[in-house]
């Protein structure tokens, strides 16, 4: 019976700050083989890399361990809303029985059965049967007996880890791709997103003449937080050549009006429109806040928070988004 490990990062402000951790395991003992036996090993892996749809297939996920999938997935349970835009970009929206509470992209989503978030729904998967179980660390840390019990029953469960980088992003596209049987699609859809990246890149290199400093507020008053360094939004920002009103800072941070006021941001960028009404003008309107540069000149925009923090395909979206509203005269068409 394969043993499962796992590393994740759910998206929540406070959340997130707690519970966003590496987390350690052990390694599953398994039998000693002789050379030739490894080397075939080593072939049959070789084949699966260069053949997505070849299975058996083994994976090391993201809690360090090996996974060996015998035959191509018929049907998944995702437990975090990433994973699951994975699954759709790569083609994989009809397979999926289950998903977490928090899914809302695509609208094709909100038609499947939910089995939870944090806490896990355990009977309502046993009773869905997946073929794989898309997790994530906070679970493997927290729910170990339940995630036993998947795997007693059958179902290959797969640590889907933490990100906070594009190369993250890219490694559990990947991942996702090669358990499922979906290699190729996988391999195209980080391709056209690294290639999206450095156009964005070298196109901010070459026309961006004057910085501008960007205040982030991903939650609003009176409990600010910010991304510093180590997040999707600073290396959004650092890819087109803006600076971070919070570069000094590390990770996601709670900051005082008063301090963020002295930070004399050019832009300010929301990102939780999805559940405050008309952010931007709630910003345009706080008391002792005229004079910065982003209000005085009515630099304020929200955009969609999935899209720069979520870590799956349209992380893109979210760059090239940052990019028309922070240097329109450089990115809008």
């Known amino acids: 019976m394969k043993k499962i490990i796992k590393k994740w990062g759910l998206f929540s402000v406070v959340l997130l700050l707690s519970m966003i951790m590496m987390i350690g395991c052990g390694a599953q003992e398994q039998t000693m083989k002789d050379k030739s036996g490894a080397a075939s090993n080593d072939k049959t892996e070789e084949a699966a890399d260069n053949n997505g749809k070849s299975f058996p297939v083994t994976i090391t996920d993201d809690a360090n361990r090996k996974i060996t999938i015998d035959k191509e997935p018929e049907t998944i349970v995702s437990i975090q809303a990433s994973n699951t835009e994975i699954a759709f970009a790569l083609g994989l929206g009809d397979k999926i029985i289950g998903r977490s509470d928090y899914d809302n992209y695509p609208e094709e989503a909100l038609k499947i059965q939910s089995v939870g978030a944090q806490d896990i729904n355990a009977e309502l998967v046993l009773s869905l049967l997946p073929d794989i179980a898309l997790v994530t660390d906070y679970h493997y840390k927290t729910h170990p007996d339940v995630l036993q019990k998947f795997e007693e029953a059958g179902i290959d469960v797969i640590v889907v880890g933490s990100a906070s980088s594009f190369e993250d992003a890219y490694r559990n596209i ?3 791709g090669k358990a499922t049987g979906r290699k190729t699609e996988a391999d195209e859809i980080v391709a056209d997103m690294k290639d999206r990246l450095q156009d964005i890149k070298d196109k901010a290199a070459a ?16 409990d600010i937080f910010t991304t510093g360094k180590n997040t999707f939004m600073h290396e959004m920002l650092e890819s087109i050549q803006a600076i971070n009103a919070a570069e000094d800072q590390d990770g996601w941070v709670k900051m005082s ?10 832009v300010i960028i929301t990102t939780y429109g999805y559940y405050v009404e008309n952010p931007t003008n709630e910003v345009l309107s706080r008391e002792g806040w005229a004079e910065v540069p982003a209000v005085k000149n009515g630099n304020v925009f929200d955009v969609d928070s999935d899209t720069v923090t979520r870590p799956g395909p349209r992380l893109i979206e979210g760059v090239e988004t940052l990019a028309e509203l922070i240097y329109p005269e450089i990115f809008k068409q």
């Open 257 to 266: 009006e008063e301090e963020i006021v002295k930070l004399n941001p050019d």
């Open 207 to 222: 026309s961006v003449t004057d910085k501008k400093k960007v205040w982030v507020e991903v939650s609003p008053g009176p």
């Open 174 to 176: 990947e991942m996702i």
